[in-house]
């Protein structure tokens, strides 16, 4: 564990405070400490509170390219993610208020052995391919067990997301009993967020997401033009945004579930070309490219052990899945019951730009150049922007 340089926060400045503050202040009780660069008792008087997150938005990658913006502006902290830095798990936890140590989502790709299959767990359906959770009749609410956030808050709640994942099976089992309200550009986001705020007749909780630069990120890298010029207008987009709600009582904090590194195609391992790896995996590498969680055959640990440390050691950090749970890098307290076959037996976390890949039959050669999941300042880090309106 003394190789990992940079850790998950779940006692006072991650993202899962963030959510005890969001919880206390809105009414309710969280079962985590609150939020130390923001107590609940600094926003619990807002009429309204808005959390707005930014996909892929991480507070070292703002720090370079923020200067004179409205959201280096509203700056106030730097939080942590949760492990692994990755949508499926962070998202999870600002949907549920707990971290990945109690939710169980640790990742992108999951073994779920209650189904006998690898899914990706965000669209549901088996890696290979195939349908998603309802139409394979699988209950959600029953494989995953959640409380959604909403539930855990005393006031009425909006959820402003993407039409085109608005009504999938994995944000539905989150919606609780809030409204849906469904966007498809920045500009209907904060125009969404703004119409939802002033129709509201009672204190309300607003959560809004935007993948867009995430995406950018995937396809063209952080550092790249397209990437700046995205922020660019999110950031005009939000200064509008707050003059827009003036006189409404609104806090609203923004935030992201991760950040990025880039990675060129140097950077990439594909496990075709170390077939006696390959051959000590039971199932497909699961979790992430830069945090792959490893099932071993029998009889095949050590010299699992011996190919790692004699071609990978520069480049992937070894450790036994365990050990990261009685590390406390998933969360605090009483695990999920699921949650160490949910991350194999070993776990490999890049300790430089390195990825690790497997390609299924019916997947792509891996392309991305924006990468997350590990545990770099880049990816780790994520900013909070408070303002009041």
């Known amino acids: 564990m003394d190789t990992i340089a940079h850790r998950p926060d779940y006692r006072g400045q991650g993202i899962v405070n963030l959510t005890a503050t969001l919880i206390n202040a809105r009414g309710g009780t969280a079962r985590v400490p609150e939020l130390h660069a923001l107590p609940a008792s600094a926003i619990a008087d807002a009429r309204h509170v808005l959390l707005l997150v930014l996909d892929g938005l ?5 720090a370079r390219h923020s200067a004179g913006s409205a959201l280096a ?4 902290a730097e939080l942590t993610s949760v492990f692994p830095t990755t949508t499926a798990s962070a998202i999870t936890t600002f949907l549920t208020g707990d971290a990945p140590q109690q939710h169980a989502v640790t990742g992108w790709f999951m073994w779920f052995r209650e189904l006998g299959a690898v899914l990706s767990v965000l669209p549901g359906n088996p890696r290979y391919g195939g349908v998603g959770y309802a139409q394979a009749g699988v209950d959600l609410d029953k494989l995953l067990g959640h409380r959604p956030i909403v539930e855990r808050m005393r006031t009425q709640s909006v959820l402003v997301s993407p039409s085109y994942i608005a009504r999938s099976d994995f944000n539905l089992a989150h919606l609780g009993n809030a409204r849906l309200v469904t966007h498809k550009s920045p500009e209907q ?10 129709k509201a007749r009672e204190p309300s909780y607003l959560y809004a997401y935007w993948p867009g630069l995430d995406g950018i990120g995937h396809e063209h890298g952080m550092e790249s ?3 700046v010029a995205h922020f660019r207008e999110l950031d005009e987009r939000f200064a509008a945004f707050l003059e827009s709600i003036a006189g409404t009582d609104t806090a609203v904090l923004v935030t992201a579930d991760h950040g990025h590194l880039d990675c060129g195609r140097e950077d990439v391992i594909d496990l075709a070309d170390h077939p006696d790896l390959a051959d000590c995996l039971r199932i497909p590498l699961c979790g992430e490219p830069r945090a792959a969680y490893c099932y071993l055959r029998p009889g095949r640990v050590e010299r ?3 190919y790692w440390r004699d071609r990978l050691a520069d480049r992937f950090d070894l450790h036994s899945s365990q050990d990261l749970i009685d590390a406390g890098l998933f969360g605090t307290g009483a695990p999920h019951p699921r949650l160490l076959e949910r991350v194999g037996d070993m776990t490999l976390i890049s300790c430089g730009r390195a990825i690790i890949t497997e390609r299924l039959p019916t997947e792509r050669d891996f392309s991305q150049i924006g ?3 590990g545990l770099s300042a880049d990816e780790l880090y994520v900013p909070l922007c408070v303002a009041r309106a």
């Open 58 to 62: 991480g507070s070292r990658w703002l």
């Open 225 to 227: 033009p397209q990437a």
């Open 189 to 198: 986001l904060f125009r969404a967020s703004a119409r939802a705020i002033r």
């Open 73 to 76: 502006a509203h700056h106030v």
């Open 371 to 373: 990468v997350h999941g």
């Open 304 to 306: 699992f052990r011996a």
